[in-house]
């Protein structure tokens, strides 16, 4: 079943996040499912203003944590459960959520091995993750700096951290393949060069997010339509290289002593 993309918010009309978000709904739709009358229970970590919200929303019953007040005060006011806490201490109880997504979220926390143990706790047995992260360190760009980035990531690297905190990978892939030499040849040109004024949460205090770099309305539709592409190939291939990256993983039970 595909589930479509509702225009919402702002945000939706930038080719970055629509493309992420086809990408998700792609893994999600095929391996989770619509939820019927909201009975899964979807804790968005990280999850801000809740921009995520009304995509997520097909899946399940939506609540959000954010370790700052001033997203969250948007999430509610957009009508959406918000609770402020730290990532690394979520403030649910075990095995309390079928769904968690982790949304371009682990590579702000200097402890990504602590969030990923926390997802774990927080998630029943066989419930399921999903979690993007920005791909390759020779990508590094103002982009990190303003987003108070700790690192970016390979495919195997987050792979592996998964498995160690007992996730079985069912897919994973890298995204914005198709963009990747334009987004390479961006970043090296535009090293030594000051970076656009971009509000930031992190170093503005009137800001509740990160703003997106401003894109022109013909290059916004090309690339949108590129992220459009690449969604429908999705479904079938992975791809080997792009700026991001895409995960959806299953929660094994833990092993007791009697199963060994």
């Known amino acids: 079943m595909n589930i479509s993309m509702e225009i919402r918010l702002e945000e939706d009309r930038h080719w970055w996040f629509a493309s992420r978000t086809r990408a998700i709904l792609t893994f999600l739709t095929q391996f989770v499912g619509p939820s ?81 143990a926390e997802c774990y706790r927080v998630l029943r047995d066989q419930g ?26 390979t495919r195997g690297e987050l792979i592996s951290k998964l498995a160690k905190h007992g996730f ?32 930031s949460l992190y170093f503005d205090d009137d800001a509740y997010q990160v703003d997106m770099e401003p894109v022109p309305a013909p290059v916004n539709a090309i690339l949108t339509q ?13 791809f080997p290289w792009g700026t991001g990256i895409i995960a959806i993983a299953r929660k094994e039970r833990a092993r007791t002593q009697s199963d060994r």
Do not use: C, K
Request: net charge positive.
């Open 36 to 116: 019927a009358a909201g009975e899964r229970l979807i804790l968005d970590v990280g999850g801000g203003a809740g921009n995520m919200a009304h995509h997520l929303q097909h899946f399940g019953r939506y609540i959000g944590v954010d370790l700052y007040a001033r997203p969250l005060r948007v999430a509610r006011q957009r009508g959406l459960t918000g609770v402020q806490g730290d990532a690394v201490r979520l403030p649910f109880a075990t095995a309390a959520f079928d769904l968690i997504a982790l949304l371009d979220t682990v590579e702000h926390i200097a402890d990504d091995h602590a969030v990923l």
């Open 226 to 238: 590129v992220g459009r592409v690449e969604a429908a190939l999705l479904r079938h291939f992975s």
């Open 168 to 199: 079985h990978v069912l897919r994973s892939s890298y995204t914005n393949f198709f963009i990747f030499p334009l987004a390479l040849a961006t970043v090296v040109t535009r090293r030594g060069e000051p970076p656009p004024h971009l509000a």
């Open 128 to 153: 399921i993750l999903v979690v993007t992260v920005p791909a390759f360190m020779f990508l590094w760009s103002y982009n990190d700096e303003l987003n108070r980035h700790q690192r970016r990531y």
